[in-house]
Structure formats: C-alpha cells, structure tokens
C-alpha cells in the first residue's frame, strides 16, 4: 500500500508517519522544511515551495495521486489541510472520510473513528474511501534514524491572489510532549488569576494550557496552549482541569490523558463525569494546598 | 455596489441536550431540539454587514428538515431577505450536502455565497470547499476578516501559523469562522415580522450511492474513576499523590 500524506504542521506530520510506520510506504507533502522530518522513514519529502494557496496544492497533490501511483491519501485536519482535501475531494470525485483518529487497513476497504454530534457520539464506519483528513494526536511521535531525501515542487498559482503571509508569534510550547498539562478554564475569571496557577505549574513540572474562551476569546493564554476539539490534542500522564466546565469541545482534546484531574466549583459542572478525580470548591483555594502537599 | 449573497445556513441539534442511552451506550437524538448553528450566524452576519453598506439581496438555502422554519426565521430576523428550505436531509453527507447545495445555488444570482468553516456537529470542514469545486468558483476560507470593493473580495485566513492575506473577483465561496464577526440579537419587532415571512420549501431530489457502512455510532467511554471530594483537605491530599505518581 502506498500513502500520499500532506502536512503543513509539523507535529500532524510527524504523527501520521509514526502512525503509518510498518503499514505501507509513504511520500510526505509539506510546507514545512524541517530537517527532522526525514527520520521518519518516507521514501520520500517534497517539499511545496511557493504560496500556499490551496487549490493549488490540492491540484498538485491530485497530479501526483494519478501520477505517483497512490492508493490512500491522509491529510493533516489543519485550516489549509480541510481545505485541501475538500477540494482534493471534488476535484476527483473521491469520497473523504473527515476528522479521523483512528483508521485500519483491511483488504480492500478500511475501518475509521471519528467524532459525531460534536463529540458525544464515536462513528465507525467501514468504507472504500482512499482519502481521509486526520486529527492531530493520532499517534504518538516515534522517530526512526532512516533519512528521506527532499525535494522541491513549486505551487502552481491559482485564481485566488495571495497578498501577504504574516507569521503568528512563535510557538511557545509543546503541549503534546508534556507528560502533566495543568489546563485553566473560565473559572479562572481574570487574567491575573494565572499567576496563581503557575507555582503548581512549576512544581509538578508541568505546562500550562486552556480552554478555548481562555485561549481564542479573552487572550489570558496564547492559541497553541489551546486544548479541545479545535486546538491541541494531548495524551499526558496527568491533565489538571481547573475552573473548566467540561464542554464537549474541550473533553475531545484531552480524553486520551492518562489520569483526569477536576477542580470546579459546581458540582453539576459535566468535567467531574471524566475525572479520575475531583474536588468541589473554589480553585484559589484548592490550588495553593495541593502545592502545599507536592 | 450591492452585491447578491447566498448564505448557507444549518439547523443542528442541541449538543449540549444529547443524552445517553445507558443500554446501548447510544447518543439519543430523538426529540432534541434543532437549533440555528453559531457559525450559520457569522455566515448570516458577515452577509448582512456587506449588504449594509453596499446593498443587495441576501438569500439564505438550508438544506435540513421540516423543523429548519424556525432557524430560517432567524436568519430572516437577522436581515435575510429570502429563505429556501432544502428538506431530506437524513446523515451526515458532506458530498451530498454539498451537491444538493450548489444545485440550488446555480439556480440563483449571486456574487458571493458565504457558509460557515467547520459546523459545530460533524465538524467536517469539507462543505465549503465542496460547493467551490462544483461551482467551479475560487474559494477563500476560514475568513477572519472579509472585504467588498469593485466586485473584489478580500479575507484574511487565520492558520495555525500564520495569517494570510488574499483576494479574487467575485463570484466567489468564503467560508467563515467564529472570530469573523459577532453576530447579533435581532430586535423583538423584527422576530415578530420574520415570523410571517414566507418560507419556500422543496424536497431534495439529489441521490448519490453511500459507500461507506457505519458499524457504531456510540458515545465515547470513559472509564474515569470519578472519585469527587467534597472535602477540599482530603482532595487535594489524594491529588497531590497522584501529581507525585506522574511525575515519576
């Protein structure tokens, strides 16, 4: 079996190629030029140069499908990667299974996971499909020591002009490798209040993140500390939610972590029902004693 | 210049009301209410915005079921001119969607058609870029900002990296995300008028064969502990022997 793989993130990139190791033989496509992607064992990296505009990519990513002599393509679920394969997917007339976390090759046909009704429901599906978007956190990171050899592809330009790229601030952290997130939520309540949060950060030695009002609406936190659904997915050894309600959106980025750590004020908040965990009270104050008791 | 916008809008059910059926760990969407998806209402307020200040039509397509009249008359509310109910809409189908969706949309004149990124539901992210492709127009997506002049449409599209600037000429698909804009509560006077605005309903007549069988469709397990201390002394005790455990 021979996967075409399109990754303009480098973790997402990563992942699937840990993930695919042993099945098949894969040419990862990128916009990324990290070096450390070539120990992964793909026969091969092109890297695409040019602007990334996405009906470009996907139209050269549709060239080397009929060309290259593929059977499945996996692209990384990222803002240009739904896009690619959306149009990928009409262009040829192929079916995509979206969001998945998990997928089997069987003969002829494969099995996958994905996430329905906004994460309260698990969908398995058997299908014949050859194209499939993938969620980040779909298998741990294993490097090799094999070294694929790169090559360039040049974008080709498309109707939609491409103006500017501005770069986001640098990424700061890397929420996947941490082995305990401590996670604020809402309940926080003031920007301020993180400061606080911090001593246990340091004292377990752990990293911080949040909830998507903490991280998208109210800045307290930058974007790539964001857990759930929409931002990272993280598989810790301990997640500490504290003064976050458990909104499905969250629980679908952090349902893989080892042990599950609540601390909320209400009792009722759906968080308590996937914890290890939990204690009801007011988190300014829960927080300092569990330092206390490091 | 007023320009024409067809916005395509979502009835989903109310997530957070879905229970559990504990015997065959089923999600039980029987007799949840329907309601007018967030993003449908960026979709809805980005359009609105544009016809303020330009002027136009904006014509809404849902495709769902008998039950999307009550999101249609929010949208209406919102400043929706014309709304087509597009019902037989059973599973979750982003091909499907996508094809009943632009066979209406070529029936119709328009300069820009304006649908939300990745709804809240099945969050598949591939409508957008499906109606594109068989509109055969350009597609500019997850718009965080969106601009109108001479028949031009500039966005800026947020990755995960980056923020990217583009435009093309009109006609032309934008998707939008929740940061676009801030969708607003119409006033109780224009409910009131939106409620007796007629609704044009048709039946979907679009077939394409399914190839893929779902074998389950369960609620995801946990098997958390859920050991909840009420007594703050003693949880914090037990969770700081567990941080401890972690950090071995």
Known sequence: M???????????????????????????????????????????????TGKPEVKGISSLLSDEFSSGGYDLVMIASTVLGRDVASLFSGQKSIEVIPEIFDIKFNSGTVTTKRYGLGGKAVIEEESKSKLFTFLSGLSDDVPGDG??????????????????????????????????????????????????????????????????????????LSEDRQVGYSGRTVKPKAYVALGISGQIQHIAGMRGSKVVVAVNKDKNAPIFQEADYGIVGDLYQIVPKIVSYL | MPYDIVVLIKQ????ELIKVNQSTEEPI???????????SKNSVEAAVRIKEKNGGKITA???????????????????????ILITGYSENNPVLTAKVLAQKIKQLHYDLVILGNQSAD??????????????????????????????????????????IKSETTMPAVISVTQETNEPRFPPVLQIIKAGKKSISTEQSTVKIENTSKIISKKAPKSERKRLIFEDVDKGAQEVAKVLKEAMK
């Open chain 1, 147 to 220: 070294s694929s050899p790169i090559e360039t592809k040049n974008i080709p330009e498309g109707v939609v002009k491409i103006l500017a790229i501005e770069q986001k601030k640098a990424k700061e952290v890397n929420l996947e490798k941490a082995n305990i997130i401590v996670a604020v939520g809402r309940g926080l309540g003031k920007i301020e209040g993180i400061q606080q949060i911090e001593p246990l950060v340091k004292a377990v030695r752990g990293e911080l993140a949040g909830s998507r009002p903490v991280c998208l609406d109210y800045h307290w």
């Open chain 2, 29 to 39: 969407t029987d007799g949840v209410p329907f309601k007018f998806e967030n993003l």
């Open chain 2, 61 to 83: 397509v849902l495709f769902g079921n008998e039950k999307g009249t009550q999101v249609m008359k929010e949208a209406y509310a919102m400043g929706v001119d014309e709304g």
């Open chain 2, 12 to 15: 989903i059910p109310d997530l």
């Open chain 1, 2 to 48: 021979k996967f075409l793989i399109f990754s303009d993130i480098e973790d997402s990139a990563k992942q699937v190629m840990s993930f695919l190791k042993g099945k098949g033989d894969f040419v990862l496509y990128t916009t990324e030029k990290g070096e450390s992607l070539t120990k992964y064992g793909a026969q091969k990296i092109v890297l695409l």
């Open chain 2, 122 to 163: 099945s969050m598949s992210g591939m409508v957008a870029g499906l109606v594109a492709t068989e509109l055969n127009l350009p597609l500019l997506s997850n718009a965080v900002s969106i601009e109108v002049a001479d028949k031009i449409v500039k966005v800026s599209t947020a990755t995960e990296k980056d923020v």
